[in-house]
């Protein structure tokens, strides 16, 4: 089926032609023809399948050929949850309105204010945003969005969880409620659907595919290791023949710093992507992963979503995810468009839990692998020695005595704290709270 069928007009149908698109994906043909009537639209496909080109091109149809509501001012609002995917989106939809006049701009943190509040000051018809930044500059009554006529929430998962939900809400609550309201996920849970009540009416679902299934063009594999062997076998791994271009997840910022300085020691080129780089080193590691100037990008999970990079051949989860939701966003960077790719996943002897709940996730078991010529018995890190005891109090000091062993009393508390907050069900469980600190990296 070509996209003139699905009733795009010539500007965007030339605008296609130039990017190299043939036909519709499954997502853009169900979808795209509901929104160009007029109704609100949940899509869920899996990554890689061409959703944006699914709202962006009947939304781009809508706006250019209608006048404003009112006047010159902003008409649609896409909302991101991390700056590499608000990136991406501008790109393709700069690209798809290349025939069409059509104004846009991006708004995240990691970057100066002032061309945002330009942006917003002159209207532009198209704001492609993170929440946290907009909410910002909303609040200093930056931008009119009395004129708005399409609302997208892209990885609607994501953005209605309870990191992004306070702001979501409160950004709602500025927009009109007579608007068409788009959302577009790879997964949505129950709960999440549930909300989605609050942002649309009436809305038409358009599913592609298991909601929890990553792409079929994916293999995936576990590779169960001591957690003290890891950048030993990652290292070993990347070695192989075939590993091309390879992205690397770590559970934590200061993880990927390490992870990249242990494969540069080891003349492995690697860059890294995560919240505490700037804007500016995450798009320079971003585009030398693109260039091939770096084979490794150590990233967390704010490259799980909108880092579309032709031909990564591997994903890597050194740590495994928090959630199964971001296992299925994390592989789906490898196998886009219908391309192969590999996912690895190395799973410590505690989290043989959490790997079952993910295979029972996805419906699917994942095969165990074993590196050959690896040495998986090699010894633990000795543990540094412990410093000397002091002389003990003289008798009778009961006051001392007993600080010291309240003292020693905390200690024992903070371990056992820190020791329960690594456990499988409690991380699985209480996934809500490390998206809700990592969701503010996206501002």
Do not use: W
């Not at 996730?361 to 000397?388: V, W």
């Amino acid at each position: 089926m070509p996209f003139a069928a699905l009733g795009l007009e010539p500007r965007l149908l030339s605008a296609l032609k130039d990017a190299g698109y043939t036909e519709p994906t499954p997502i853009q043909g169900a979808a795209i023809p509901k929104i160009l009537s007029g109704s609100d639209v949940i899509g869920i496909a899996q990554t890689g399948t061409g959703k944006t080109a699914a709202f962006v091109l009947p939304m781009l149809q809508l706006l250019a050929n209608r006048p404003p509501v009112s006047g010159r001012k902003i008409r649609a609002l896409v909302l991101a949850p991390t700056r590499e995917l608000a990136a991406q989106i501008e790109e393709n939809a700069r690209a798809y309105a290349r025939y069409v006049p059509f104004r846009m701009a991006t708004i995240f943190g990691g970057v100066g204010e002032r061309p945002q509040i330009q942006a917003l000051r002159d209207n532009v018809e198209l704001i492609i945003a993170c929440p946290g930044r907009l909410l910002d500059l909303m609040q200093q009554r930056h931008g009119d969005f009395t004129g708005l006529e399409f609302l997208v929430l892209d990885e609607a998962d994501r953005m209605l969880d309870m990191g992004f939900l306070p702001d979501i809400r409160r950004i709602v609550k500025q927009l009109p409620r007579k608007r068409q309201t788009l959302l577009f996920s790879a997964t949505l849970s129950g709960e999440i659907e549930a909300l989605t009540h609050e942002f649309l009416h009436n809305p038409a679902t358009v599913q592609v595919g298991r909601r929890s299934n990553p792409a079929e063009t994916v293999t995936q594999v576990a590779y169960e290791v001591p957690k003290h062997l890891k950048l030993a076998l990652l290292a070993a791994l990347l070695n192989e023949p075939g590993m091309e271009s390879v992205l690397v997840f770590s559970r934590t910022k200061h993880g990927a710093d390490r992870i990249a300085r242990k494969l540069e020691s080891s003349g492995i080129k690697s860059a890294t992507l995560h919240s505490n780089r700037t804007q500016n080193q995450r798009l320079r590691a971003l585009a030398a992963f693109k260039a091939g100037e770096v084979r490794v990008l150590v990233a967390t999970d704010i490259a799980a979503r909108g880092i579309d990079v032709d031909g990564i051949s591997h994903v890597i989860n050194y740590d495994f995810p928090m959630t199964n939701e971001d296992y299925v966003h994390r592989i789906g960077r490898t196998g886009r468009a219908n391309a192969v790719g590999d996912a690895l996943s190395f799973v410590c002897p505690d989290e043989h839990g959490d790997l079952r709940s993910l295979e029972r996730f996805i419906g699917r078991g994942l095969p165990r692998r074993r590196l050959d010529n690896f040495d998986y018995s090699g010894p633990a890190p000795a543990e540094p020695p412990r410093p000397p005891r002091g002389p003990r109090p003289p008798q009778g000091g009961g006051r001392r005595q007993g600080a010291s062993g309240g003292g020693h009393s905390h200690q024992g508390q903070g371990r056992g704290n820190d020791g329960g907050s690594r456990g499988g069900g409690q991380r699985r469980g209480g996934g809500g709270g490390g998206r809700s600190q990592r969701s503010r990296g996206g501002r």
